[in-house]
Every structure is written in C-alpha cells, then in structure tokens.
C-alpha cells in the first residue's frame, strides 16, 4: 500500500525500518490491530507493554490523531482512556461531538518512556520512529475514510504537515488536504493538564472547545 498524499514521507517509507511491509494488501482495522500487536518497526516495542492501536468505528466520521500512547493507555491497550483521554471526551461532548462518530490513534502506537524514580514519564517520539509508525496511520487514514481529521499537538500536525507546521500559530485553521474534506490541528489534551493552575486549565480547556466546535456542524 502507497502512503497516502499529503503525509510527510521520508526516503525509506516502504523500506526496511518501517511497518509499511506489514500492512496487509486488503487493510480493514481488525486484521492491523492484528498485524499490529506484533510490530517490531522500530525499537519502542521493547519498552511498551503492548501496542496501542486506534479504536472506534470504521466508519467513524472524524478522526482524531494524537502523538503517543501514554502511561495508562499502554496498561490498557486502549488510545485515550488515561487524564487526557478523559479530558478529550469531556471537550468534545461540550463541543457538541457524539464520540460514537470519533476514531482515536496516535502516530506512534507505542509508549515511549524514561524512568524517574518509579515512575514512567513520557519522552516524544523521534522522526525516526514516527516514520517507522506511520504506515500504520496511512492504513487507518486510507480504511476510514474521514470527513474531517483533528491533529492533537504538535508530533501529529508536523507528521501530516510538515515540521514546519506550528500549531501555536495556525491552531483552529481549516488545512487544505488530500486526506479528508476537512484537517485541522489543535493542542493536545495533555498540555491543559500541564497548566499551571486552575484557571489557565480552564481558559485552555474552553480554547479547546472553541476549535472543537468549528468541526462539530460537519458532523451532524
């Protein structure tokens, strides 16, 4: 399978290094979530407890792609089920999106981590590994079939758009693209529950929504 139009390819998608000889030759998502499991493109399956698929329908009308699995959705085997995934469900039901009409990924489905004491704490993928990942996103992309795409973050926009793409200066912005009638890119849930008070989460949190909002009347 080609990598889709539109993703930033590096020279060795399709070469050793990368999931693209996994892909089966007719892609639905229970055969990847199969073929996935066992993945071994890159050296993060050593650290992961499991791989972390994307989950939801496949029909799904909106698709949101964040960066990585983190520490309770690599426990889980599920994408955003930990802080940030509840968060996420809390913005889009004020958003005014049914979450049954929403497909959840990450780029890479693997948990990268250090170790600090005993804890596990999230460490971003490099291009490396996101370009080992990433023809499973095309699969996902290509059997889907979204109307709209949402980036989560800074790792999901660059991985579609470019590392140019900055999403502190074009967060909210409808993005031409072969990949769906409608791309756009936003923060990741995970960096409001950075804030540093209650107050900043919450006015981050409600510009959250506000973009949220924007793809909303397209899904109803």
């Known amino acids: 399978m080609q990598p889709l139009p539109g993703f930033e390819k590096p020279e060795d998608t399709g070469e050793p290094g990368t999931a693209a000889a996994l892909i089966p030759e007719k892609p639905s998502l229970p055969n990847l979530q199969n073929v996935a499991a066992s993945c071994r493109a890159c050296h993060l399956w050593e650290k992961g407890t499991q791989t972390v698929f994307g989950e939801g329908d496949d029909h799904a009308r909106a698709m949101l792609i964040g960066e990585q699995p983190g520490d309770v959705e690599d426990a889980m ?67 889907i079939k979204p109307e709209v795409i949402v980036c989560l973050g800074a790792t999901a926009a660059q991985a579609l758009f470019g590392r140019q793409f900055r999403v502190t200066r074009q967060r909210g912005e409808f993005i031409p693209s072969p990949l769906a009638p409608t791309v756009m890119a936003t923060v990741h849930p995970s960096s409001i529950l950075r804030a540093p008070d209650d107050e900043a989460r919450r006015v981050q949190l409600e510009s959250f929504i506000l973009d949220l909002k924007k793809v909303a009347p397209l899904l109803r």
């Open 77 to 143: 085997g599920r994408p955003f089920v930990g802080p940030a995934g509840k968060l996420l469900d809390t913005a889009l039901e004020r958003a005014g999106i049914d979450r049954s009409k929403v497909y959840v990924t990450n780029v890479v489905k693997h948990f990268k981590w250090e170790a600090r004491g005993k804890r596990r704490i999230h460490s971003t993928p490099d291009a490396e590994e996101i370009a080992a990942c990433r023809p499973w996103l095309d699969a996902e992309v290509e059997v």
